[in-house]
């Protein structure tokens, strides 16, 4: 279950002056595997991933606890160091993939921008932002358009192309499905399944949303305010769940053998 | 999502006023703006107290103390016939800031109509009002001022007029868009289905969402106002003597510049303090009651 | 964008000519009879008629407007009444001077102001911040013609640090004379490559550049740190950040791209502001620009040199925004695509 984890949390406590939002006990994400983090809105997932990229300070919050990458310490970290690991070793997609892109440069560029970022040439930076259009089945054409010219299922996607690019290990996906519609819903999912299968990408799928955490995920653990109530492989926690939390959860998701 | 860590303290009255100390606090501007332009108003009102010699803002000259250096006696000095140039400094403070209010009255008084027609009736008259307001608008305030202020007999009362008709434009965009933006509201809709006369809709509607702008705009407008006054005073198109006019005394003073340098520093000095300080309560104003507008710079 | 600058063009067109009206109008209510200044002081009144029908000036008064604006369009900006030469070069003589100022001001401005202004952003809150914020507010608080006067005083006569007064030394005039092609004595020097006299022209220039400069440095300084701090808390920010991009380049580069467009905005509202504020100056730094045209026109009651330099500085003005409108539509795309 846990095997050789590639991403530890140990301890984790978050904290807006003296208000602890987060304290996670023990959470890990393992190689190729996609953990999804479950709960309602406010339950301190967003914050969660803030912490891992070391950006929680940002916002104003503390952090204290564990975060291991591979076994090494990044709690402990200067930012000079943390910088070379986002993006490079550990991607983040958010929600709104619209607002995600500065507006004013073109997609293209902020994919070759972050390549040289971490150290690709200018003619490679091109032809990987190329091939990563590709990966995520868009036209490399597209790279040329302003993020206003793309659809929210293109814009994640170029966001997943920008974590396919620069070769990341783990993908921190905080509710990358949220703001689209099901069809294209389905695909960023199909998506994010591939490169699991492909280049053996760790994937943490934040969502509210248990049903697509059901579809995608191989293990699952539950949030709310801050703590994590459960988790588990995802079979048998949304099958039989052990905390009345999740089962509330679980009664929420509208199926099509409920009544409406 | 990421979660803000917004904590809203309870409404009630004493966590309010606390509330109202604790901002004013993270409100540097704000306060030391308004304890400017208080002491300045304060300033204003009790001039003849305060001054030493009252009768020099007026027409008194002393033939025998021309052009004193600042002493204890005279602490900005005397100027080119006499007169206590602390005295006039401080009854000035009755001049610029009453000019500016007045003008920004008037400009308010136009613009704020013009504004309301053409962003809530729209169409030609939008068109109209917004060719109009940019012509003039293609002039630097200063610049239509002059003139203006060149063709009419040099005094106060021209300057106010010349700068008056210059600054109205700025209030007519400013509640344009106001007035279109909720025009297109979807309650404003409502409203006209259910018959409600626009008028009414103006005022109740309108106008309220409107103050706040308004109001933040003339803060930050008076001390634009007074720069310009006191510049159209200094070109000697404004007051006249014997008036305690800043913009004036330095023009006077410029003459006797080089040996006698406090006739021209004080003076100046006050306008640069005054304009400070509304500039001040502007910013502190605009953070405290809307800080994520852009307005006009 | 074709489409957008041609519209754009079309607008300023229509603008002009509204200013043009307004100008014409405010002018003809100036006190004193054109037609007796033109013939001179003692001039018969035989004389004064022969002045007033060679200026037109017994024409109705909607056709003399009618015929300015048409001679306007073609160039002809009527005659001085003053220098009896024609407006247009009166202008053009002068009109380098002032804008030299002008041009070197916001350069300043911009070189100051907009490195404060991303670095108040950056230290938000703390004393950098709060420093940088007085100081702008200061700036444009400050009566321009006050510090010129202080600093000739302070930097001039006491200090002898900088000349007081004047383009250039004129004594330089006779053992380095300036050729003149431009019209502005910066770019002359260079192009003769008159070394001392380049010298002479900079040293004359920084003192009134710095007093023009206060204003737009003040603003400028203010706009990029509002819109930078606007900016800063939007999601791909944070989308940058988690990138890898550093504080640095996320300020400078990507907030600042965001934030060219309002500050060149404000960039052109300042250029016609500045404009009028060196002729405040120019009495005081001795520079023979359009401000000094102007005081002796409007000494003199001269209308259609008065016409013509609120005209010039009105369509100088239009242009300055119109050019900006076209970068702005060039660097943000989202004006474009509108």
């Not at chain 1, 892109?101 to 003619?123: D, E, I, M, Q």
């Not at chain 2, 001390?223 to 305690?244: E, K, M, N, R």
């Not at chain 3, 940058?240 to 960039?267: D, H, N, S």
């Not at chain 3, 009495?283 to 401000?291: A, R, T, V």
Request: glycine share 8%.
């Amino acid at each position: 279950m846990t095997g050789t984890g590639r991403l530890g949390i140990s301890g984790l406590q978050i904290s807006f002056g003296s208000r602890q939002v987060v304290s996670i006990e023990e959470l890990r994400l393992g190689h190729a595997e996609i953990l999804g983090l479950a709960g309602e809105s406010g339950s301190g997932k967003s914050m969660t991933t803030l912490a891992i990229l070391g950006l929680a300070h940002t916002v104003g919050a503390s952090v204290s606890g564990s975060i291991t990458l591979d076994g090494q310490e990044l709690a402990a970290l200067p930012q000079e160091r943390l910088r070379e690991i986002r993006g490079r070793r550990i991607a983040a997609i958010f929600q709104s993939s619209a607002t995600a892109f500065n507006p004013v440069y073109r997609v293209g560029t902020v994919v070759t921008k972050a390549l040289r970022l971490h150290g690709a040439s200018k003619s490679d930076a091109a032809d990987q932002a190329a091939e990563a259009m590709r990966q995520v089945l868009l036209s490399p054409d597209l790279m040329r358009r302003y993020p206003s010219q793309l659809s929210g299922g293109q814009l994640q996607r170029v966001a997943i192309a920008l974590a396919v690019a620069l070769r990341a290990e783990i993908l921190l996906a905080d509710e990358p499905t949220s703001a689209l519609d099901v069809t294209v819903q389905a695909e960023v999912l199909d998506l994010l399944r591939d490169l699991r299968e492909s280049v053996g990408m760790s994937i943490l799928f934040i969502s509210h949303d248990l049903a697509v955490v059901a579809e995608l995920c191989d293990r699952v653990a539950v949030m709310r305010h801050g703590l994590i109530v459960e988790q588990g492989p995802a079979s048998r926690v949304l099958a039989a769940p052990a905390h009345p939390y999740t089962a509330e959860l679980l009664e929420s998701v509208p199926t099509l053998a409920s009544p409406l | 999502m990421i979660e803000s860590p917004a904590v809203r303290p309870p409404r009630t009255g004493v966590a309010r006023g606390r509330e109202l100390r604790a901002s004013l606090g993270a409100n540097p501007l704000l306060t030391v703006g308004g304890a400017l332009v208080l002491l300045i108003v304060l300033v204003a009102i009790f001039a003849p107290l305060i001054a030493p010699f009252p009768g020099d803002a007026g027409t008194a000259t002393n033939p025998f103390a021309v052009l004193k250096a600042p002493s204890a006696a005279h602490w900005f000095g005397t100027d080119q016939v006499g007169r206590d140039i602390a005295s006039r400094v401080l009854f000035g403070a009755r001049v610029s800031p009453v000019i500016a209010i007045i003008v920004l009255v008037i400009a308010c008084l136009i613009g704020v109509p013009l504004g309301l027609a053409a962003g809530f009736l729209g169409g030609w008259v939008d068109e109209v009002i917004m060719r109009v307001t940019d012509v003039f608008l293609a002039f630097p305030p200063l610049l239509l001022a002059l003139a203006l202020a060149d063709v009419l007999p040099a005094s106060l009362t021209s300057v106010t007029i010349a700068i008056a008709a210059v600054w109205w434009p700025w209030y007519v965009r400013l509640i344009r868009g106001q007035a279109a933006s909720v025009a297109g509201r979807p309650y404003v809709e409502a409203c006209r289905a259910l018959g409600i006369s626009r008028g009414r809709i103006i005022f109740r509607h309108v106008l309220p969402n409107s103050v706040t702008p308004v109001l933040v705009q003339v803060s930050l407008d008076v001390g634009g106002v007074i720069l310009t006054a006191s510049a159209l005073s200094f070109l000697g198109l404004g007051a006249q003597d014997p008036v305690p006019d800043w913009g004036l005394m330095v023009a006077q003073g410029e003459g006797y510049f080089t040996p006698d340098w406090w006739l021209v520093t004080f003076p100046g000095l006050a306008i640069l303090l005054t304009a400070f300080a509304f500039n001040l309560l502007g910013d502190g104003l605009r953070d405290r009651l809307d800080p994520r507008r852009s307005f006009l710079p | 964008m074709l489409v957008f600058v041609a519209r754009r063009i079309a607008l300023a067109v229509v603008v002009v000519a509204g200013v043009t009206v307004v100008t014409f109008v405010v002018a003809h209510v100036v006190p004193g009879d054109p037609a007796a200044t033109w013939a001179g002081p003692h001039a018969p009144a035989a004389a004064i008629a022969r002045a007033r029908a060679f200026l037109g000036l017994n024409r109705p008064f909607a056709v003399q407007l009618v015929s300015y604006l048409g001679g306007i369009a073609a160039g002809n900006w009527g005659v001085s009444i003053h220098t009896h030469r024609p407006v247009l070069s009166d202008l053009m003589t002068a009109a380098p001077a002032s804008l030299e100022l002008v041009i070197s001001a916001l350069v300043l401005a911009i070189v100051a102001g907009i490195p404060l202004g991303l670095l108040s952003a950056r230290r938000q809150g703390r004393p950098v911040d709060h420093v940088v914020r007085a100081g702008s507010i200061l700036g444009i608080s400050m009566p321009i013609f006050w510090m010129a006067l202080i600093l000739q005083l302070v930097f001039s006569q006491r200090l002898k640090w900088l000349p007081a007064a004047g383009e250039y030394s004129p004594g330089l005039l006779f053992s380095h004379p300036l050729a003149k092609r431009t019209g502005f004595p910066v770019i002359d020097s260079v192009l003769g490559g008159n070394m001392p006299m380049l010298g002479s022209t900079l040293t004359h220039l920084i003192l009134p550049a710095i007093v023009v400069a206060a204003y737009p440095a003040g603003l400028i300084a203010r706009m990029v740190r509002a819109q930078v701090l606007d900016v800063i808390g939007d999601t791909h920010v944070l989308n940058a950040r988690a990138l890898g991009f550093g504080e640095r380049q996320i300020f400078g580069r990507f907030a600042m791209k965001l934030a060219w467009t309002p500050v060149t905005a404000a960039i052109a509202l300042v250029f016609g502001y500045s404009l009028v504020n060196t002729f405040l100056v120019e009495s005081i730094f001795d520079w023979p620009g359009l401000g000094s045209y102007a005081a002796a026109s409007i000494a003199t009651l001269d209308t259609p040199a008065i016409l013509g330099v609120t005209l010039f500085v009105a369509v100088a003005y239009v242009v300055a925004n119109l050019v900006v409108d076209v970068v702005q539509a060039a660097i943000d795309p989202r004006i474009r695509l509108r």
